[in-house]
């Protein structure tokens, strides 16, 4: 031991002429890092309720809860999450896992509060201090817990699609579907928003785990058309998957399809387990072998009703094979579908008119209940001078004949009015006859009805889109053979009670064009000539559409309604759904029951 | 004064004691768990003859929180926001081990970003954790403006960890796959400051402490681990170090950045107290030297984290690693077995705290005066929170 050694101890006192480290709290504050995980903060317009914070909170510090005054938009729960922070642990994996980063936190870290009722809230719609705060804690954006690419589906490419009508869509192989279906939250709001409610994120689940028959079974339960819906679906469900905000949604189609495109047909029977019950001696009619008409059929069937089915064309599938071309939906997997629910016993008069070979009123008198599923077959007209001339076609008629494997005759170079998917089919199928194919819509691409995949690929395989172009009048043209459309350049002009924006024709900015031939596709119409007037003016049809009252019921006491004839979004999810629903209320006349648990979901 | 049995365990313990301990010589002492000298909510019973231990016995049981249990019922995902709070001073070390054995198993290759961001932050937190050793070390010798300084600039390291992560105890920062974010605007320059920070205050307490003729006095000869015993007792880290064996994880196998990076294994050869706080001491110097070197060479963009399946439902295919890597008390291991669920079969946390607080400590308490068992036990650096998950 030396001198200094008991000298340096000393040195602490040069420490005591300089400023304090401490701060002096809560006189001077400390605001927490702009990356702090503090309180948390939703921005409410932005979430829509999926409740994926509650699944990966691992303290059970979130629940979801209604929220007074929240109106909730589509594709949202209405339920917004609220947090303990008598649990919470500021892990923030729910800010991490929020599909539509509504979920953050706020910098700020200190509460008092004498009421630890409070430390539960629901955050964004509980007034706190800080919920204007713009720094915090925030999913950096190369960040993911989900996958957020869609895995690419394999396609014929568009110029080999072109030469023929064979399938585009390849489908999943068995990996790239367990990968996608991997990227599912499970929320469920795609059952909330499917017309049939189908179980979405069940059926996935047998994907991820390699159990499609009883995928199989679960698609059943809502919709025996899955090979057809797997491939042409609306797919409303995937414009609000939530898991979409971040980059693609699930394709929630493609895995139905890769369930429906893994089981045989000859296996159906032995997997849905659908034994013919004990036949109930009640009769049902239905008109029209659609997807709704047929949907009715096998719900009907397998509660033991006997079922006919009448049909004006020599096959069923309705619009599904007469309307979307064989290169969307091939013939074999339609007749999958209808084969499959025809198997159960379900009889079908093909080629028989209804009206014309049997008359409706013989319906009324010879069934206990009567279905209408005939859908939308008379063209809407464009309502311009000229549009009688023979070189304008009808988009439906052009289909079908395509469908029957004639020939339209639509020429070399042809005009598509409209901007659905009966118009994007045309232009295509047009396209494979060899057209070039220019498409005149109203508004703007961003406003056609059509299923996005339809517009894109119409324009991959070169089709020519003409955005807020609008019919004046059809001209004859120098050849018989063609046909002049005059058209003017449109504006979109804002609704002023916050619609979406009119378009209004510009007079001086008006061409003329000549094609071969003008193809209409501007929607449909119902025809409501086989019913007989006396019975026809006890339904209540309004805007062309037949009402339908609960159970899909008309105001005739065994009538029942269903399908594009009955509903305004006319697709053939929504035609299934109905077609099912009908079966519940068929059920319910002729067995004189309420079925438990059946009640339509809004 | 007592031979230790032929077992090696203290004669109260294993019930042959010779002590007659009605015979009015002996007091027996609580130690713990609240007392201010235990690192952490652990007890020892010593028995004292005067002022000296004869035998001490340790007690263990205060902290048990089940960790390795509740992780089996939880998914791989939220399994991360736990295993920071099994050795509180020192979380980062169970995130990076954590995810380490995660990613082996499921085949995860993490990118160069990330192997860098996750190196610093294993370095920053052998230095946090360092400084409140030395808090503590001070303290427990009496010298107590050390710890004041020593955690006030801990505080500072810590503030760093707040920007990097978001928090400054429980980061959660380091995830499976990668990390949750890059370094914000600014960092290198304010982590520039706070090492320049420290190194002043290092300087004053190497004079105060180390110069200091009372941490001498008390400290050197006290708690002597001679090279044969490290093995015997499974000794690693500092306490290795300080007896001359030189083994390091971060240089005998490298891993994450390690091997990219210039430093020397510190060592000793006294191997008391003494030695041991002075190659800590070495090693505070160090981590500071490699984080200087980290924030001058580590790449600034490029991805942090590997693409990861949905986490909701991650399964990861059966099998089993382990992984370990060199806290500041030495190796600490991960031990995980997969059975291709969603969960966890099997997770086994080894600290190494477990050999040191418990066998060694029993051993070495043995013949101290009483006033020093609390610098004895800090001079080990043990953390109850890791002997127990």
Same mark, same amino acid.
């Given at each position: 031991?030396?001198?200094?050694?008991?000298?340096?101890?000393?040195?602490?006192?040069?420490?005591a002429?300089?400023?304090?480290?401490?701060?002096?709290?809560?006189i001077?504050?400390?605001?927490?890092?702009?990356?702090?995980?503090?309180?948390?903060?939703?921005?409410?317009?932005?979430?829509?309720?999926?409740?994926?914070?509650?699944? =990966?909170?691992?303290?059970?510090?979130?629940?979801?809860?209604?929220?007074?005054?929240?109106?909730?938009?589509?594709?949202?729960?209405?339920?917004?999450?609220?947090?303990?922070y008598g649990?919470?642990?500021?892990c923030?994996?729910?800010?991490?896992i929020?599909?539509?980063?509504?979920?953050?936190? #706020?910098?700020q870290?200190?509460?008092?509060?004498?009421?630890?009722?409070?430390?539960?809230?629901?955050?964004?719609?509980?007034?706190?201090?800080?919920n204007?705060?713009?720094?915090?804690?925030?999913?950096?954006?190369?960040?993911?817990?989900?996958?957020?690419?869609?895995?690419?589906m394999?396609m014929?490419?568009?110029?080999?699609?072109?030469k023929?009508f064979?399938?585009?869509? !390849?489908?999943y192989?068995a990996?790239?579907?367990?990968?996608e *279906?991997?990227?599912?939250?499970?929320?469920?709001i795609?059952?909330?928003?499917?017309? *049939?409610?189908?179980?979405v994120?069940?059926?996935?689940?047998?994907?991820?785990?390699?159990?499609?028959?009883?995928?199989?079974?679960?698609?059943?339960?809502?919709?025996?058309?899955?090979?057809?819906?797997?491939?042409?679906?609306?797919?409303r469900?995937?414009?609000?998957?939530?898991?979409?905000?971040?980059?693609?949604?699930?394709? =929630?189609?493609?895995?139905?399809?890769?369930?429906?495109?893994?089981?045989?047909?000859a296996?159906?029977?032995r997997?849905?387990?659908?034994?013919?019950?004990?036949?109930?001696?009640?009769?049902?009619?239905?008109?029209?072998?659609?997807?709704? @008409?047929?949907?009715?059929a096998?719900?009907?069937?397998?509660?033991?009703?006997?079922?006919?089915?009448?049909?004006?064309? $020599?096959?069923?599938?309705?619009?599904?094979?007469?309307?979307?071309?064989?290169?969307?939906?091939?013939?074999?997997?339609?007749?999958?579908?209808?084969?499959?629910?025809?198997s159960l016993?379900?009889?079908?008069?093909?080629?028989?008119?209804?009206?014309?070979d049997?008359?409706?009123?013989?319906?009324?008198?010879?069934?206990?209940?009567?279905?209408?599923?005939?859908?939308?077959?008379?063209?809407?007209?464009?309502?311009?001078?000229?549009e009688?001339?023979?070189?304008?076609?009808?988009?439906p008629?052009?289909?079908?004949?395509?469908?029957?494997?004639?020939?339209?005759g639509?020429?070399?170079? =042809?005009?598509?009015i409209?901007?659905?998917?009966?118009?994007?089919?045309?232009?295509?199928?047009?396209?494979?006859?060899?057209?070039e194919?220019t498409?005149?819509?109203?508004?703007?691409?961003?406003?056609?009805? %059509?299923?996005s995949e339809?517009?894109?690929?119409?324009?991959a395989?070169?089709c020519?889109?003409?955005?807020?172009?609008?019919?004046?009048?059809?001209?004859?043209?120098?050849?018989?053979?063609?046909?002049?459309?005059?058209?003017?350049?449109?504006e979109?002009?804002?609704?002023p009670? @916050?619609?979406?924006?009119?378009?209004?024709?510009?007079?001086?900015?008006?061409?003329?064009?000549?094609?071969?031939?003008?193809?209409?596709?501007?929607? $449909?119409?119902?025809?409501?000539?086989?019913?007989p007037?006396?019975?026809?003016?006890?339904?209540?049809?309004?805007?062309?559409?037949?009402?339908p009252r609960?159970?899909?019921?008309?105001?005739?006491?065994?009538?029942?309604?269903?399908g594009?004839?009955?509903?305004?979004?006319?697709? %053939?999810?929504s035609?299934? +759904?109905?077609?099912?629903? *009908?079966?519940?209320?068929?059920?319910?006349?002729?067995?004189?029951?309420?079925?438990? @648990?059946?009640?339509?979901?809004? | 004064?007592?031979?230790?049995?032929a077992?090696?365990?203290?004669?109260?313990?294993?019930?042959?004691?010779?002590?007659?301990?009605?015979?009015?010589?002996?007091?027996?002492?609580? $130690?713990?768990?609240?007392?201010?000298g235990?690192?952490?909510?652990?007890s020892?019973?010593?028995?004292v003859c005067?002022?000296?231990?004869?035998?001490?016995?340790?007690?263990?049981?205060?902290?048990?929180?089940?960790?390795?249990?509740? /992780?089996?019922?939880?998914?791989?995902?939220q399994?991360?926001?736990?295993?920071?709070? &099994?050795?509180?001073p020192?979380?980062?070390?169970?995130?990076?081990l954590?995810?380490?054995?995660?990613?082996?198993?499921?085949?995860?290759q993490?990118?160069?970003?990330?192997?860098?961001?996750r190196?610093?932050?294993?370095?920053?937190?052998?230095?946090?954790?360092?400084?409140?050793?030395?808090? @503590?070390?001070?303290?427990?010798f009496?010298l107590?403006?050390?710890?004041?300084?020593?955690?006030?600039?801990?505080?500072?390291?810590?503030?760093?960890f707040?920007e990097?992560?978001?928090?400054?105890?429980?980061?959660?920062?380091?995830?499976?796959?990668?990390?949750?974010?890059?370094?914000?605007?600014?960092? !290198?320059?304010?982590?520039?400051?706070? /090492?320049?920070?420290?190194? !002043?205050?290092?300087?004053?307490?190497e004079?105060i402490?180390?110069?200091?003729?009372?941490?001498?006095?008390?400290?050197?000869?006290?708690?002597? =681990?001679?090279?044969?015993?490290?093995?015997?007792?499974g000794?690693?880290?500092?306490?290795?170090?300080?007896?001359?064996?030189?083994?390091?994880?971060?240089k005998?196998?490298?891993?994450?950045a390690?091997?990219?990076?210039?430093? +020397?294994?510190?060592?000793?050869?006294?191997?008391?107290?003494?030695?041991r706080?002075?190659?800590?001491?070495? +090693?505070?110097?160090?981590?500071?030297?490699?984080?200087? $070197?980290? &924030?001058?060479?580590m790449?600034?963009?490029?991805p942090?984290? %590997?693409?990861?399946?949905?986490?909701?439902?991650?399964k990861?295919?059966?099998?089993?690693?382990?992984?370990?890597?060199?806290?500041?008390?030495?190796?600490?291991?991960?031990?995980?077995?997969?059975?291709? #669920?969603?969960y966890?079969?099997?997770?086994?946390v080894?600290?190494?705290s477990?050999?040191?607080?418990v066998?060694?400590?029993?051993?070495?308490?043995?013949?101290?005066?009483?006033?020093?068992?609390?610098?004895?036990?800090?001079?080990?650096?043990?953390?109850?929170?890791? &002997?127990?998950?």
């Amino acid at each position: 031991m030396n001198l200094k050694d008991l000298l340096s101890p000393f040195y602490v006192w040069q420490r005591a002429f300089e400023k304090p480290l401490t701060s002096l709290r809560p006189i001077e504050e400390r605001p927490g890092a702009p990356r702090y995980r503090g309180f948390h903060i939703n921005e409410v317009g932005t979430c829509v309720g999926c409740g994926t914070c509650k699944l =990966i909170c691992q303290n059970h510090a979130i629940d979801m809860v209604e929220v007074e005054g929240l109106e909730p938009r589509g594709g949202d729960s209405g339920l917004r999450p609220r947090f303990d922070y008598g649990r919470c642990c500021w892990c923030a994996l729910c800010v991490d896992i929020c599909p539509t980063s509504s979920l953050r936190m #706020s910098n700020q870290y200190a509460w008092l509060t004498d009421d630890p009722d409070e430390f539960r809230f629901v955050a964004g719609v509980d007034a706190k201090s800080w919920n204007a705060h713009e720094l915090g804690y925030r999913r950096d954006k190369d960040y993911h817990l989900v996958p957020t690419k869609r895995l690419e589906m394999p396609m014929v490419p568009p110029g080999e699609g072109l030469k023929s009508f064979d399938e585009v869509v !390849k489908g999943y192989s068995a990996e790239q579907a367990k990968l996608e *279906a991997d990227r599912c939250i499970e929320c469920g709001i795609c059952v909330a928003t499917c017309p *049939a409610h189908m179980e979405v994120p069940d059926y996935i689940r047998t994907v991820r785990e390699g159990d499609l028959e009883e995928g199989l079974r679960i698609l059943y339960r809502t919709n025996p058309f899955s090979a057809t819906c797997g491939r042409i679906c609306t797919h409303r469900c995937e414009e609000v998957c939530p898991v979409g905000a971040q980059g693609d949604p699930l394709a =929630i189609r493609w895995l139905k399809r890769y369930i429906v495109d893994q089981v045989p047909l000859a296996d159906y029977r032995r997997i849905l387990g659908d034994e013919i019950p004990t036949e109930s001696g009640k009769k049902v009619a239905i008109i029209g072998a659609g997807p709704g @008409g047929m949907s009715a059929a096998y719900y009907l069937r397998k509660r033991g009703h006997a079922v006919t089915v009448y049909e004006t064309q $020599q096959k069923g599938g309705g619009m599904l094979r007469y309307g979307v071309p064989s290169y969307r939906l091939p013939d074999d997997q339609l007749d999958k579908d209808i084969d499959y629910i025809v198997s159960l016993g379900v009889e079908v008069k093909y080629g028989t008119k209804v009206g014309v070979d049997v008359q409706f009123t013989e319906l009324l008198e010879g069934f206990d209940a009567v279905y209408i599923g005939t859908g939308v077959n008379v063209p809407t007209k464009m309502r311009v001078n000229g549009e009688d001339h023979p070189r304008v076609l009808s988009g439906p008629q052009v289909l079908s004949d395509v469908a029957k494997g004639k020939d339209p005759g639509v020429g070399k170079n =042809i005009a598509v009015i409209g901007g659905g998917n009966v118009a994007m089919d045309c232009a295509r199928v047009s396209r494979r006859l060899g057209a070039e194919v220019t498409i005149l819509y109203r508004r703007r691409i961003e406003d056609m009805p %059509a299923d996005s995949e339809e517009i894109h690929e119409s324009q991959a395989e070169g089709c020519r889109i003409v955005q807020r172009a609008i019919p004046v009048e059809i001209l004859r043209a120098e050849s018989d053979a063609q046909v002049t459309i005059k058209w003017g350049e449109a504006e979109m002009v804002p609704d002023p009670k @916050g619609g979406r924006p009119r378009p209004v024709l510009q007079e001086d900015r008006v061409h003329e064009d000549t094609f071969d031939s003008i193809i209409s596709a501007i929607g $449909q119409a119902g025809d409501y000539g086989f019913i007989p007037v006396a019975e026809r003016d006890k339904l209540e049809i309004k805007w062309g559409k037949l009402l339908p009252r609960d159970y899909q019921h008309t105001t005739l006491e065994k009538v029942f309604v269903g399908g594009d004839i009955a509903n305004d979004v006319a697709d %053939a999810i929504s035609a299934i +759904e109905d077609g099912h629903h *009908a079966a519940r209320g068929i059920h319910q006349l002729l067995a004189g029951t309420a079925e438990a @648990g059946v009640e339509r979901k809004p | 004064m007592t031979e230790a049995t032929a077992t090696g365990a203290p004669g109260s313990l294993s019930g042959d004691s010779t002590l007659d301990l009605s015979s009015g010589k002996y007091i027996k002492v609580w $130690q713990g768990p609240q007392h201010p000298g235990i690192t952490g909510n652990m007890s020892l019973e010593l028995v004292v003859c005067g002022d000296e231990v004869v035998e001490c016995k340790t007690h263990v049981g205060y902290l048990h929180r089940g960790f390795e249990k509740l /992780m089996e019922r939880r998914t791989f995902i939220q399994n991360f926001t736990m295993v920071c709070r &099994i050795a509180v001073p020192e979380p980062t070390f169970n995130e990076y081990l954590y995810a380490a054995a995660v990613e082996d198993l499921a085949g995860i290759q993490v990118p160069e970003r990330a192997v860098w961001l996750r190196t610093l932050n294993l370095e920053m937190m052998r230095l946090a954790s360092f400084l409140m050793w030395l808090g @503590g070390s001070g303290a427990s010798f009496g010298l107590y403006t050390i710890p004041q300084w020593a955690v006030a600039h801990r505080d500072f390291v810590l503030d760093l960890f707040e920007e990097v992560t978001g928090s400054r105890i429980y980061h959660m920062y380091i995830v499976p796959g990668g990390v949750r974010a890059g370094l914000p605007d600014g960092f !290198k320059e304010r982590a520039t400051d706070v /090492m320049i920070r420290i190194e !002043k205050m290092l300087g004053e307490v190497e004079r105060i402490v180390f110069h200091n003729a009372v941490f001498k006095k008390r400290a050197k000869g006290l708690g002597i =681990i001679t090279p044969e015993m490290v093995d015997h007792y499974g000794i690693v880290g500092p306490n290795a170090r300080a007896a001359g064996v030189a083994r390091d994880l971060r240089k005998d196998e490298p891993y994450l950045a390690y091997g990219d990076l210039d430093f +020397e294994v510190a060592t000793g050869t006294a191997s008391d107290a003494y030695e041991r706080a002075w190659v800590r001491f070495q +090693e505070i110097h160090q981590s500071i030297a490699l984080i200087r $070197q980290m &924030i001058e060479r580590m790449p600034m963009d490029g991805p942090f984290q %590997a693409p990861v399946p949905n986490v909701l439902h991650w399964k990861i295919p059966a099998g089993e690693t382990y992984v370990k890597a060199e806290c500041t008390r030495g190796e600490y291991g991960y031990y995980l077995v997969t059975d291709g #669920s969603e969960y966890l079969r099997r997770i086994h946390v080894r600290g190494p705290s477990y050999t040191h607080a418990v066998a060694l400590m029993e051993k070495l308490a043995v013949g101290t005066n009483i006033a020093d068992i609390s610098g004895l036990m800090v001079s080990l650096h043990t953390y109850p929170p890791e &002997i127990e998950r």
